[in-house]
């Protein structure tokens, strides 16, 4: 669960595109990121972090109870959510498993994932796991989850597609994969959103769908930058819902 990249670290990534790092992208020349320069800032003290991701106000934190009733977490199920940041959505989420159910926390910073451990330990949240995956793979077992998400983290994923496909190997027949991300639509969306993430709502459903999921539901009406779509395994029994393209 990521968002507001400080000043400094776009000021970085426009001096790495203007020296030739990153490479201009449309016609308006809108610089995108590459989620590995995203990521750096992160080995930073995750207090900082913990601060940023849970104050009254960022859009996430004040809709969380309504991203977890959008979840239909039972007791019981056990779920992960990748890109975790500071743990808060796997702490609320441990709470609605619970009993017989365990969270696993996701995170490719170490910082951040001592963090969420430290956090499981000191507020007694025993079926909260805190798991460091990598850019390639969340390290989560085979055919052993109910539900993954991934709350404003799919544009940090380096290499998007082996992440889908270690996640998919992860989910069970049945399960649930939901991502909620940022409307990316040039001339619309906030400048710090066009320069973080790297594609809009379309492309990223193509990303998913070609890793063998499919859309069953889409949902644009919980906040104003951010849009929740949830998928399953392709042939799993599901009616498809209809994609809608927001942004290139």
Request: aromatic share 8%; charged share 25%; net charge neutral.
């Amino acid at each position: 669960m990521r968002n507001c990249v400080p000043a400094h670290v776009l000021r970085r990534v426009a001096a790495l595109a203007i020296a030739g790092a990153i490479p201009w992208a449309g016609a308006q020349q809108t610089i995108t990121p590459t989620a590995k320069e995203l990521n750096k800032q992160f080995d930073a003290d995750a207090s900082q972090w913990t601060e940023r991701f849970e104050h009254e106000g960022r859009a996430i934190y004040d809709k969380r109870y309504e991203i977890l009733d959008a979840m239909h977490l039972k007791p019981g199920m056990n779920v992960a959510d990748i890109g975790a940041g500071s743990g808060l959505f796997a702490r609320l989420m441990a709470q609605r498993v619970a009993p017989g159910g365990t969270v696993y926390a996701v995170d490719i910073s170490k910082n951040m994932i001592d963090h969420i451990a430290k956090t499981a330990e000191e507020e007694k949240i025993p079926n909260l796991k805190a798991v460091l995956g990598d850019p390639h793979s969340p390290k989560l077992a085979a055919n052993s989850l109910d539900l993954v998400t991934i709350i404003d983290s799919y544009h940090h994923f380096e290499f998007a597609q082996d992440m889908l496909r270690e996640i998919r190997k992860a989910l069970r027949p049945d399960g649930i994969l939901m991502l909620i991300d940022f409307k990316r639509i040039d001339g619309v969306s906030k400048e710090y959103i066009l320069k973080m993430v790297r594609a809009g709502e379309g492309t990223f459903t193509d990303e998913f769908q070609n890793a063998g999921f499919e859309l069953i539901e889409r949902r644009d009406d919980m906040f104003p930058d951010n849009y929740l779509l949830r998928f399953r395994l392709r042939g799993a029994g599901a009616r498809p819902a209809t994609a809608a393209s927001a942004g290139q």
